[in-house]
């Protein structure tokens, strides 16, 4: 027949179980049109800008006259304002009891599950937010209220991590006390966050500088102290007299200090150190079942650094006792030791110097003496000097030449290397510049017999030992145990673990810290009595005896800061508060003692204050038993990866203590942690005020709204991923806003039984019901908000005709992100209850199975085009929508269909000429 004929017939055929309407679900788009000029360009233009917070004191609905108009106006200040003041007035996000005490005594506990969803502990500086911090509350606050609406009981809370540098710095430099500064900035921080809608427990609210938590700060360092985790040692530190503190090896640049380029000095200062390197076994073997990114359970595992290896004694040559101990992973190299290296803060340094190379040696460690750790290992070039004297090889008996060297740090390890140029590319530079021996005693396994092993660089592979004595044809593996076996017979070393962790330094010789609760006997000379006495007079002659710490008495905690006109550090390292001294000293039973002048970093208020929310008014202990038990461990934690190491890695060890103590049921305390992605500048650059591209969130929110910066932030893509920031983008949001508002006023004018919901709209609401309940669960926000902007589409084509049902279940989902309007339209359905502890969204599995099926049709074994049809669409139906594809019309127009090969849900070819 003619093709003609045919096609006139399929288009008017009108099969059954032909499907016309296109899948629901699209995914978030890569960016929305422009619709709206920068923030700054608003300013200039539009005089009602700023007048957000006057609009939110007032309950009108009026909108300024020139103000833009909005599709039947979206009252968004009004409305925001509004359901913030019900919060607060209901105090809706109380954490619930999860257990009760009846009249007769007996304890009832909650049956529902708990959830304890965590912030990292926001510091409040005087700058306020940035349109990139709400993104980690915005995520935190999204799975609180959607596990309120799953039955979780959620504990939720906020508070501060005031005591720091900046802080002070700011103060000095201003000339205001520091709480002064960090109350306001506090104020200022707690406002943008009330005004972002987060739905904190704010009875929780605390902050690390409040005296009820400083005492129980103390409380710990004392526990800490009486389990012999706390001592004091000599340290060598980066000490900076003109900032006077000190610096981080990572705040020493060329021996100048990163700000302010102030000269540095290495000093050995008297410090409090945590013993954390006692705990690094549990800390590496705590990871395992924790939920974390990966990255961060790697790099707390490379920080922590467990090496198996081989402890070995080199005797220094002409004495009898001194011995240079080293820790090597590749004892099979033992054999090609040439040198060995000394840190130039090595304690041996002086007494295996010659005097000939004395003033050499000397002059070479002052040099390196005010470069930081950091900087020396860093260098290109590695440095070093000839001692001049010599240690005897533990199993050779070889004398080999002790050498001083800036790449071995004093700090890491035993501070001394055997060096193996053979097999040691930073041993391998070193020699090749000093001109020292090399030896090879590796060679590759399978190496042919005659092929050479090149001596232009290091062979740093495992391979088979040669020039070994005994050891020789000895895989790698083998001859590690072989000659560490041997070295353990002949008592010159034996097996060993060593960490690249390193014991906390704990002091820091500022004023705006906690004080640490030690003091110490002060001391006068032979003859003097105390009683006749000051040590607080200029010229009295004292000694403080600062090897015979004193713990504080915990019932005198907690031990608060002096009040101080000048809190400046000054060049002191024992710190501004030794300047205190109506503070420092004071007289107990008729005698003199000092407190200790050092305070705490800003890592100890962090450390434990999860445990602090769970009972923030408890005056008795840190926290209740019961509510730990209740409410431990953490169950969501939520910040950035700057933290993966050092927070994290200070925070377990303090839990891991108490915990060992009996203070806490739960060996970790964060059972599941997530990294929001950094949000750029629109210039792609991290925000900062130099560069000129920090964007403020009052701001945005002055323009759009909140629950648009909150939907924007979490629509932007995926919530781990770094994300540049775009103002103009937030009108796509904010026309989704409008949107469901308008369907919601749709919805709202319709009786209930006015409007039905037909099959395509049942359908589409349920696939939206089930990927945004997926997608909430697994954090995957922007997919979730994109399923909703696809359903808010739907029922927005339906005008007037939008079932209430849809409209009820679109608010029930959108408020998790945007709760300000979810509780408006809630409320505009006629609910008079919050819908903050509604039952979540239930979706009809069987609904959410698609009932079509996309397949390709080809003409004459080429497809031409494609078409959606049910899953049993029988050959007349398939050729029916067939023909209504213009490409494979124009394909067959005017030939004769010669057959047709149909396999439902798999393929349609017809064959034409």
């Given at each position: 027949m003619m093709i003609a004929r045919i096609a006139t017939a399929f288009r008017s055929s009108s099969s059954a179980g032909v499907v016309r309407h296109r899948a629901a679900f699209g995914t978030a788009p890569s960016s929305f049109s422009i619709a709206t000029k920068s923030i700054g360009t608003h300013r200039q233009q539009r005089p009602w800008l700023n007048t957000r917070r006057l609009m939110s004191e007032t309950t009108t609905q009026e909108t300024p006259d020139n103000a833009p108009a909005g599709p039947k106006g979206y009252p968004f200040a009004n409305i925001e304002s509004k359901w913030q003041g019900y919060w607060k007035e209901n105090n809706t996000f109380a954490t619930p009891k999860r257990r009760t005490v009846q009249e007769d005594g007996t304890v009832v506990k909650s049956t529902k599950k708990k959830k304890y969803v965590l912030d990292m502990f926001p510091y409040p500086s005087g700058a306020g937010l940035h349109v990139g911090h709400p993104e980690g509350y915005t995520a935190s606050d999204v799975m609180s209220r959607y596990w309120r609406m799953t039955n979780h009981d959620v504990l939720h809370p906020i508070g501060w991590d005031s005591f720091g540098l900046p802080a002070e710095q700011y103060a000095i430099n201003t000339g205001t006390r520091p709480e002064i500064t960090t109350g306001k900035n506090i104020a200022n921080f707690k406002r943008q966050l009330q005004m972002l809608g987060f739905s904190y427990d704010w009875e929780k609210e605390m902050a690390t500088t409040d005296v009820d938590y400083v005492k129980w700060t103390q409380w710990i360092f004392l526990q800490l102290y009486k389990k012999g985790l706390a001592t004091q040692a000599s340290k060598a530190v980066n000490w900076c007299p003109e900032l006077g503190t000190v610096l981080a090896n990572e705040e020493v640049i060329n021996g100048l200090s990163e700000r302010g380029d102030f000269p540095v000095e290495r000093l050995p200062l008297?410090?409090?150190?945590?013993?954390?390197?006692?705990?690094?076994?549990?800390?590496?073997?705590?990871?395992?079942?924790?939920?974390?990114?990966?990255?961060?359970?790697?790099?707390?595992?490379?920080?922590?650094?467990?090496?198996?290896?081989?402890?070995?004694?080199?005797?220094?040559?002409?004495?009898?006792?001194?011995?240079?101990?080293?820790?090597?992973?590749?004892?099979?190299?033992?054999?090609?030791?040439?040198?060995?290296?000394?840190?130039?803060?090595?304690?041996?340094?002086?007494?295996?110097?010659?005097?000939?190379?004395?003033?050499?040696?000397?002059?070479?460690?002052?040099?390196?003496?005010?470069?930081?750790?950091?900087?020396?290992?860093?260098?290109?070039?590695?440095?070093?000097?000839?001692?001049?004297?010599?240690?005897?090889?533990?199993?050779?008996?070889?004398?080999?030449?002790i050498w001083v060297g800036d790449y071995v740090l004093g700090s890491y390890g035993t501070g001394a290397v055997m060096a193996v140029p053979g097999h040691d590319d930073r041993d391998f530079e070193f020699a090749t510049k000093f001109g020292l021996d090399v030896k090879w005693v590796v060679e590759p396994a399978k190496k042919k017999d005659d092929e050479e092993v090149s001596t232009e660089e290091a062979f740093t592979a495992l391979g088979v030992n040669v020039n070994s004595g005994e050891f020789d044809g000895m895989k790698t593996n083998k001859a590690k145990k072989a000659i560490t076996a041997k070295l353990e017979e002949s008592s010159a070393g034996g097996p060993k673990i060593t960490y690249k962790l390193r014991d906390w330094v704990f002091s820091r010789q500022r004023y705006w810290g906690e004080p640490i609760p030690i003091y110490f006997p002060v001391e006068f000379p032979e003859g003097v009595d105390a009683k006749d006495v000051d040590p607080k007079d200029e010229g009295c002659d004292h000694t403080i005896v600062y090897d015979s710490p004193i713990p504080v008495d915990e019932a005198d905690l907690p031990l608060e800061l002096p009040e101080m006109e000048d809190f400046s550090p000054g060049d002191d390292p024992a710190g501004c508060l030794a300047r205190a001294k109506d503070w420092r000293y004071f007289q107990k039973d008729g005698k003199w003692f000092a407190r200790e002048t050092n305070t705490m970093p800003q890592w100890a208020g962090s450390c434990w204050y999860y445990f602090r929310f769970l009972d923030p008014k408890n005056t008795e202990a840190a926290f209740s038993p019961e509510l730990d038990e209740d409410w431990m461990p953490v169950d969501l934690y939520v910040g950035g990866a700057e933290h993966a190491v050092l927070h994290l890695l200070y925070a377990r060890f303090w839990h891991q203590v108490l915990f060992d103590l009996g203070h806490t049921k739960h060996p970790e305390p964060f059972q599941k942690l997530v990294h929001q992605g950094m949000i750029l500048g629109s210039d792609g650059e991290k925000m900062s005020k130099s560069r000129g591209n920090v964007v403020n969130p009052d701001d945005i929110v002055d323009v759009h709204g909140a629950d648009a910066l909150r939907l924007y932030e979490m629509f932007m893509g995926p919530l781990e991923a770094v994300k540049p920031w775009q103002t103009s983008q937030v009108s796509g949001v904010v026309r989704f806003l409008n949107k469901l508002y308008n369907v919601v006023q749709s919805a709202v004018q319709n009786d209930d039984d006015s409007v039905k919901m037909d099959a395509e709209t049942t359908k589409i609401l349920h696939k939206t019901m089930k990927k945004v309940t997926e997608d909430v669960e697994s954090m995957s926000f922007n997919t979730a908000i994109s399923a909703m902007m696809v359903l808010t589409n739907h029922l927005t084509s339906l005008k007037d005709k939008v079932p209430r049902e849809a409209a009820e279940k679109l608010a029930l989902m959108v408020s998790p992100f945007a709760p300000h309007i979810g509780e408006e339209c809630w409320n505009l359905l006629g609910h008079t209850e919050t819908l903050a502890y509604h039952p979540w969204v239930e979706y009809d599995e069987a609904l959410c199975v698609d009932n079509t099926v996309k397949m390709g049709v080809q003409v004459n074994g080429k497809k031409r085009g494609e078409i959606e049809i049910s899953k049993d669409a029988d050959q007349e139906g398939a050729m029916a929508e067939a023909m209504k594809v213009t490409s494979v019309f124009n394909q067959l127009d005017g030939k004769d269909v010669k057959k047709i090969i149909y396999v439902p849900g798999r393929i349609l070819n017809i064959v034409a000429k």
């Open positions: 008297r410090q409090w150190t945590l013993k954390i390197t006692e705990y690094a076994d549990r800390l590496e073997a705590g990871l395992e079942g924790l939920d974390w990114p990966s990255g961060t359970m790697t790099a707390q595992a490379q920080w922590i650094g467990k090496s198996t290896g081989t402890e070995i004694d080199f005797k220094v040559d002409g004495s009898e006792d001194e011995k240079i101990t080293v820790f090597t992973t590749r004892a099979d190299t033992l054999f090609g030791v040439t040198y060995v290296t000394l840190a130039p803060e090595h304690p041996l340094v002086s007494a295996v110097t010659s005097p000939d190379q004395k003033e050499e040696v000397d002059t070479y460690v002052t040099k390196t003496s005010s470069r930081s750790d950091l900087d020396r290992t860093s260098a290109k070039e590695k440095t070093g000097v000839f001692t001049g004297g010599y240690a005897i090889h533990p199993l050779t008996k070889e004398k080999v030449p």
